[in-house]
T-cell receptor
Framework: DAGVIQSPRHEVTEMGQEVTLRCKPISGHDYLFWYRQTMMRGLELLIYFNNNVPIDDSGMPEDRFSAKMPNASFSTLKIQPSEPRDSAVYFC????????????????FGPGTRLTVL | KNQVEQSPQSLIILEGKNCTLQCNYTVSPFSNLRWYKQDTGRGPVSLTIMTFSENTKSNGRYTATLDADTKQSSLHITASQLSDSASYICVVIGAGANNLFFGTGTRLTVIP
């Protein structure tokens, strides 16, 4: 398996523009997670899905952020409108069938999308 | 207050030497604790996952320990290699609903 695939790897956009980040989880994994990482705040969980259904989106910073998972092999994270403070590396991760965080499922991270909002 | 504290923030060691990274947490109730290695420009990679009943877990030259009573964990790296240069992140999962707490990481640099 190619692992978790994210695109684009780098995105530079101007404030106010819409940004869409994409993720393809590992085949067979039923949990998908979106994280954000900055120097100041480290890693933060934004939202996660189980079987394509959003389970917890309490980490989504604002209504400008939205995430979807239309099928088991694809998810998007959208920011509209984007702001400079959204600049960060956004990671997608997926994990084996199981109960998510509370057992010992290993999460596999993608390479991340580095977003820069000017 | 950050519920997961890692120390040191950064560390430089000579190739071949051992080192120990610390993670103290206040998360309660506790489900499991994870150590990740993150190379520059890449996503984190899982090293170990320990539940409250486990005291130690090894993954090659990496050995994690957990003291659930004192709420402390350590990651010991034996015979360090240049490829160990990375950030090491401690993540604590609370037993409540979806409680995920991240440390800010220790940046390790191994020099020849």
């Amino acid at each position: 398996d190619a692992g978790v695939i994210q695109s684009p790897r780098h995105e530079v956009t101007e404030m106010g523009q819409e940004v869409t980040l994409r993720c393809k989880p590992i085949s067979g994994h039923d949990y998908l997670f979106w994280y954000r990482q900055t120097m100041m705040r480290g890693l933060e969980l934004l939202i996660y899905f189980n079987n394509n259904v959003p389970i917890d989106d309490s980490g989504m910073p604002e209504d400008r952020f939205s995430a979807k998972m239309p099928n088991a092999s694809f998810s998007t994270l959208k920011i509209q409108p984007s702001e400079p403070r959204d600049s960060a590396v956004y990671f997608c991760a997926s994990s084996y069938p199981g109960t998510g965080f509370h057992n010992t499922d290993t999460q596999y991270f993608g390479p991340g999308t580095r977003l820069t909002v000017l | 207050k950050n519920q997961v504290e890692q120390s040191p923030q950064s560390l430089i060691i000579l190739e071949g030497k051992n080192c120990t990274l610390q993670c103290n947490y206040t998360v309660s109730p506790f489900s499991n604790l994870r150590w990740y290695k993150q190379d520059t420009g890449r996503g984190p990679v899982s090293l170990t996952i320990m539940t409250f009943s486990e005291n130690t877990k090894s993954n090659g030259r990496y050995t994690a320990t957990l003291d659930a009573d004192t709420k402390q964990s350590s990651l010991h790296i034996t015979a360090s290699q240049l490829s160990d240069s990375a950030s090491y992140i401690c993540v604590v999962i609370g037993a409540g609903a979806n409680n995920l707490f991240f440390g800010t990481g220790t940046r390790l640099t191994v020099i020849p």
